[in-house]
C-alpha cells in the first residue's frame, strides 16, 4: 500500500478517531456513527477511505458489515518512520 495513501487517511481527525474505536474491538458503521455528530454518509465515506488505504477490514455477518483495524498496515508505517530515523535499512 502506498504510504501518500496510508497518510492521507491518518489526516483527518474523524478517520483518527475511527481507528482508535477500532481498535477497542469490532464495529458496524452505525455504531461507529452513533460516536459523532455527523451523517451516515460521512462516516461510510470515511471508512472507504480507510479501506482503501487498507487501514480497515470489513465482514459481513448476517445483515451487518463489521469493520475492524488492519494492523499490518501500521507495521508499514512504524518501518518507514525508523528508516527515516536511520534505525533501519531500507528493505
Known amino acids: ?4 495513501v496510508i497518510f492521507k487517511a ?3 481527525p474523524i478517520r483518527r478517531k475511527i481507528l482508535m474505536m477500532l ?6 458503521a452505525g455504531e461507529i456513527a452513533e460516536k459523532f ?4 454518509p460521512s ?7 480507510l479501506k482503501q488505504a ?3 477490514l470489513d465482514e459481513r455477518k ?3 458489515i463489521y469493520y475492524s483495524i488492519n494492523t499490518s498496515v ?3 508505517v512504524v518501518s518507514f518512520g525508523l528508516e527515516l530515523l536511520g534505525k533501519q535499512k531500507k528493505l
Open 54 to 56: 487498507g487501514m480497515v
Open 37 to 40: 455528530d455527523i451523517t451516515k
Open 10 to 12: 491518518l489526516s483527518d
Open 43 to 49: 462516516i461510510s465515506h470515511h471508512l472507504n477511505i
Open 62 to 64: 448476517g445483515q451487518n
Open 1 to 4: 500500500m502506498s504510504l501518500n
Open 23 to 28: 481498535k477497542e474491538h469490532d464495529m458496524t
Open 74 to 76: 501500521f507495521e508499514d
